[in-house]
């Protein structure tokens, strides 16, 4: 099996090499815990040290954070970018008009960049977003699966973040994303401390453990020696 690695220092060595390529994961966690700093090094790094062309989209923010938050790493994208190993892209949606047919819509725009730049990886953040867009439970769990089995179709290894309220058992912001990927990645943060878990990955021989890991100067760190005991995550 070819595996994609991450690229975020510590990780791989835990999930045998990497992502199962052409596989959906997900990243959760609270906020502050690092979700979206790990989805952006998974494209940066891939398109740095491995050559992968790669297509970040935000389905919120705004692009000049995005890239703000990219620079204050160090990372160098504008190279990357104009290489078109890198793109950033921002998802148009305005909720007062039909939410369903806007991602449509979006979503051709996606694969037509991927096809553009040959990409094979593709990070998006986040799906928490469609839940204050569609507030019908089953339009919402509808919309996840048809979302989901999009991205496999484009045959890209890809990365979804999600916002939870950062409990050990939150995997998922709507209880219905987890069932739709094939690997979960929990992220939390209990200041100062940061960890991750990985709570599934299909066809690979993860660890079972809570690692520490923090934000540096230089992006995210795990360190895969090291166990943190889940009665100090349970505690929050």
């Not at 966690?29 to 050559?51: D, N, V, W």
């Not at 979960?184 to 990985?198: K, L, Q």
Request: with cysteine; glycine share 10%; net charge neutral.
């Amino acid at each position: 099996m070819k595996r994609v690695p991450t690229g975020v220092i510590g990780f791989d060595e835990l999930i045998q090499g990497g992502i199962p390529e052409g596989a959906t994961t997900m990243v959760s966690g609270g906020a502050g815990s690092g979700k979206t700093i790990f989805a952006t090094t998974f494209i940066y790094e891939g398109a740095r040290r491995f050559g992968d062309p790669g297509l970040f989209v935000t389905v919120e923010d705004n692009l000049k954070n995005i890239v703000w938050n990219m620079e204050s790493f160090n990372w160098d994208i504008r190279s990357l970018e104009q290489k078109n190993l890198m793109k950033i892209y921002r998802m148009h949606i305005d909720p007062r008009k039909d939410v369903e047919a806007q991602i449509d819509k979006e979503l051709d725009i996606v694969s037509s960049m991927v096809k553009d730049i040959g990409a094979t990886r593709l990070t998006i953040d986040s799906t928490t977003a469609f839940g204050g867009w569609i507030t019908d439970p089953g339009k919402l769990r509808n919309l996840l699966f048809r979302f989901g089995d999009y991205l496999k179709d484009l045959n890209c290894t890809t990365m979804m973040t999600s916002e939870t309220n950062g409990g050990p058992r939150d995997f998922s912001a709507y209880g219905v994303e987890e069932f739709v990927v094939d690997g979960i990645f929990a992220m939390y943060f209990i200041p100062p401390h940061r960890s991750i878990f990985i709570r599934k990955l299909r066809g690979t021989k993860h660890s079972q453990a809570a690692h520490p890991c923090q934000i540096t100067e230089n992006g995210l760190v795990v360190n895969s020696k090291d166990e943190v005991m889940w009665s100090a995550i349970k505690q929050y």
